[in-house]
T-cell receptor, first 119, second 113 residues
């Protein structure tokens, strides 16, 4: 079946602009995660959705970052007033917790990522 | 101290040999452990998961977990050039109704023909 998809694959923007990154999870997956990965580093957790609600947004670096998942499927990560330090690959992952509750054994499947470059 | 630590490498192993990748974690409450492989310019791909102490084998891959030592490793037997990639160790902590995966920085593995 179809995996996690992310659009756009590449985004180049100017400092101070607003960007939206989209994630389309695997059909039926209730859990959705956003990560940010800089060169030479592992993915850094940003936010986790269970259904429509953000269960954990402790990884969002500041209030310029916001994410939504209004219908419990597609999610959009929004970055306001972009800065050069926001340049990274933004990864989305989804998983299907058993019984509708996220558990320790749930496997996360990653999308191809969006490479964001802020000039 | 980072929550999940890995040697960044690069680790160079001759083709056909065993590659050994190591990872330590700091949170004793961690319950699940994963190894992801990431090729350059690609997203992470899960290759192994392990939840209890001991060894878990899957084809050429063996994951080893020692919760007392807070240590998890990945062995790759009969290494192939296609195994050259960055290997990410990840640890899952479940708390209240949420769950979070923390990744290490990855170990770059190079298999030389």
């Amino acid at each position: 079946g179809a995996g996690v998809s992310q659009t756009p694959s590449n985004k180049v923007t100017e400092k101070g602009k607003y960007v939206e990154l989209r994630c389309d999870p695997i059909s039926g997956h209730t859990a959705l995660y956003w990560y940010r990965q800089s060169l030479g580093q592992g993915p850094e957790f940003l936010i986790y959705f269970q259904g429509t609600g953000a269960a954990d947004d402790s990884g969002l670096p500041n209030d310029r970052f916001f994410a939504v998942r209004p219908e419990g499927s597609v999610s959009t990560l929004k970055i306001q007033r972009t800065e050069r330090g926001d340049s990274a690959v933004y990864l989305c992952a989804s998983s299907s917790p058993e019984g509708g509750r996220q558990g320790p054994t749930d496997t996360q499947y990653f999308g191809p990522g969006t490479r964001l470059t802020v000039l | 101290q980072k929550e999940v630590e890995q040697n960044s490498g690069p680790l160079s192993v001759p083709e056909g040999a065993i590659a050994s990748l190591n990872c330590t974690y700091s949170d004793r409450g961690s319950q699940s452990f994963f190894w992801y492989r990431q090729y350059s310019g690609k997203s992470p791909e899960l290759i192994m998961s392990i939840y209890s102490n001991g060894d878990k084998e899957d084809g050429r891959f063996t994951a080893q977990l020692n919760k007392a030592s807070q240590y998890v490793s990945l062995l790759i037997r009969d290494s192939q050039p296609s195994d050259s990639a960055t290997y990410l160790c990840a640890v899952n902590r479940t708390y209240s109704s949420a769950s979070k995966i923390i990744f290490g920085s990855g170990t770059r593995l190079s298999i030389r023909p």
